[in-house]
C-alpha cells in the first residue's frame, strides 16, 4: 500500500523517494531505489518502477485516482474486447491507461529482470491503480518470456476490471499468485456493478473485515469468481467512501500531494 500511496503522490525520479510524505518515510522502504517514473496526460496513467534490495523486489506501482481527468478513465466502463477475436471485454478507460504506456514499463522491467534473475517482479497499486497493476501483470506476462513464475499482484480497493469471460482468463494466469485486498464496507470494490457489460472480480479476495482487523480470506466463489462471504455479502446501502480511502492505515489523501484521491 505504501508504493501505491507513493505512486499516488506525483513522485519524480530526479527528486528520489523523499516526497510522498509518510509512505517515503516508512522505515521499511527506506532502501527503495527508483528506477523510472510515469506521469501520462493522454491516455491518463501515473506510476513508478522502483528496486527494494532489502526484500529482493523490483516494485511496479499505478497510482489511484488522484487526478480530476481520471474520473473520465474510471467512468469510461465500457468494455472493449482485450484480444482480438476472443470473447473477452475489459474497462475501456483502464486497458486505454495501460497500454499507453505498457511498452516503456515492458523496456525497464525486461532491463531489471536481467540485472536482479532472483528478484520477485510485484505490481501493486489502490482503486484505478489497483485495476492498472493487475492489467499490467497480465498484459507482461503475456510479453515477457520467462517472468510469470517471478510474479505477484497486490491491489488494494480494485474496482471490477472486466466481464466473466476475462475474469476467467485473468484467474487462469494469474489467479493463484494475485491478492486482491477490500475493505470492510468499501463502494469502489463494488463498481462498475455486476449488470452492466457482465462485470465481475478475478481472484483472490482478501477482505478487511472490520476496524479490528478480522480477516477473511475468499474460499466459495461463484461463477463470476466473488465469494458472496466476502465483501460481496455487504448491501451496497450501507458502504462508505471512507473505507475505500482507508487501507491499512494509509489513507493516500492525508499523505500523498495529491490533488485529491479516492
Known sequence: ???????????????????????????????????????????????????HSKDREIVVAWAGTHRYRALITDMSVLTLPYIPGAAMGVHGGFLDSVQGIIDNVQQHIERLIADYPDYMVIFTGHSKGGAEAALSALELVRKIEGIKSRVRVWTFGEPRL????????????????????????????????????????????????NEAGDVYVSENRTACFEDPKASSSVDFYYRSIMWHKNYLGLPPPDHAAALFSW
Open 1 to 51: 500500500m505504501r508504493y501505491s500511496t507513493a505512486a499516488t503522490s506525483f513522485v519524480e525520479l530526479k527528486s528520489g523517494w523523499t516526497s510522498c510524505g509518510l509512505a517515503c518515510n516508512s522505515p521499511d522502504v527506506q532502501d527503495v531505489v527508483l528506477n523510472y517514473t510515469w506521469h501520462v496526460d493522454i491516455p491518463l496513467s501515473d506510476g513508478l518502477l522502483a528496486v
Open 162 to 209: 472486466g466481464d466473466i469471460e476475462f475474469a476467467e482468463f485473468y484467474n487462469q494466469q494469474l489467479g493463484s499468485v494475485t491478492y486482491r485486498v477490500t475493505s470492510a464496507a468499501d463502494p469502489v470494490v463494488a463498481m462498475p456493478p455486476n449488470f452492466l457489460f457482465n462485470y465481475c472480480h478475478h481472484n483472490l479476495e482478501i477482505w478487511l473485515m
